[in-house]
């Protein structure tokens, strides 16, 4: 699927503008973050560039600064504090891995790993999403069992000395379906 299909359908499963996702997707090409086209040659996307897409559009505050938004989310990496052997099965099955093995991984790389555990259908759909603040946290979560379970990432980035309070955050939830439908048009076709 090229690109210009992908953020087509994309938009109509997530019932969200495709000018939104098409602009998302010039800035990540702008900035050398998925491959263009050669010639009549125009390459399909793939997995790791349709996750950078939902991943950028989900936090940017402004569409064309994609790419920078999705810096800013590789700053977040994945956190072992606290880790326990009952806690480490946990991750297991949610993530093909164990969390030892995925600990200083970026958040789009964790959601890459995810994505490719539901589309090969070792993990149910609706118990596992991506949470993104715009401009804020990042957050996996996913069900086991009965309680809610969220891998926590920690940001590499030095914190502003000061930040000014904010009165509105927008958290943007993308769920298992839309990861498996990624999955399925990329390394699934």
Sequence with gaps: MTPTEFVARLAEIMEVQQTELA??????AKKGLRRLARGR???DINLMEAIQIVCAWAGVKNLTDAAEELQRQRNFQVSTDGLTEETECKYMEAFGTSLK??????FPDVVRLAACQLGE???PLQELW???EKGGSVDLGYKRDD??????????????FFQPRKNVTINVVIRGPVLKWIYDVTEGA
């Design 101 to 106: 093995e995925i600990s200083g991984q970026s």
């Design 23 to 28: 602009t998302v997707d010039r800035a990540l």
């Design 147 to 160: 309680p809610n379970i969220r891998l926590l990432f920690y940001n590499l980035s030095t914190p502003e």
């Design 130 to 132: 991506i949470s993104i």
């Design 121 to 123: 259908g070792k993990y």
């Design 41 to 43: 040659s125009r390459p």
